[in-house]
């Protein structure tokens, strides 16, 4: 099979939603969201005032480069977001990023 062929049926495959956010209205996570957020990542909102949203995702934990990206900014987001779903390997990698600061 040809290069081009893999990337076309690896770009047809549908991804499942791996990371799953509510962000409230207290400690300003949507702010901080819209200051700064992966490209492909967007943000509903859940609320006529534009107060309380969620993120619904797919986050690659085989990729490196990915999972610190998403480590990182999930520690951007600030104290106001409630995990609905999350692989572990995120959940390990904020656990091993939480643990520097206790040292």
């Not at 939603?17 to 957020?37: E, R, T, V």
């Not at 390990?92 to 040292?103: H, P, S, V």
């Amino acid at each position: 099979m040809s290069k081009s062929k893999i990337l076309e049926k690896l770009s047809k495959q549908e991804e499942v939603i791996n990371l799953y956010l509510d962000l409230g209205p207290k400690a300003k996570a949507i702010a901080q969201f819209k200051k700064y957020h992966p490209l492909k990542l967007s943000m509903s909102y859940t609320n006529l005032y534009q107060s309380t949203a969620i993120i619904k995702t797919f986050i690659n934990v085989n990729n490196p480069e990915e999972l610190t990206e998403i480590t990182n900014w999930l520690l951007f987001l600030g104290g106001d977001i409630k995990v609905k779903e999350m692989p572990e390997e995120v959940l390990e990698a904020l656990k091993n990023k939480l643990y520097l600061f206790c040292q």
